[in-house]
């Protein structure tokens, strides 16, 4: 269920803002709610390398090929990187 919520920002805030999400392809609301969503999410503790809202939002959306080797993939990456 989605409710409406009237805030009150600085002008100049909230064009920026505007701006932001403009170039980035998404809608205002859609960016503060995934930023008080990242806020508020109860993060467990004994695990920091939590996933982020957005890198949830993600996963799944590509499958590399059964037969990919990423050690191989990897190496390959870092023989090109450091040549």
Do not use: C, F
Request: zero cysteines.
């Amino acid at each position: 269920m989605e409710t409406k919520l009237t805030l009150r920002l600085d002008d100049l805030v909230i064009e920026r803002a505007k701006k932001y999400a403009r170039s980035h392809k998404i809608s205002l609301s859609k960016m503060i709610e995934t930023y008080l969503d990242s806020l508020t999410k109860q993060q467990d503790s004994e695990n920091p390398g939590t996933i982020t809202p957005l890198v949830e939002s993600l996963s799944g959306v590509m499958e590399p090929p059964s037969e990919y080797d990423y050690k191989k993939g990897y190496g390959n990456y870092l023989s090109e990187k450091y040549k």
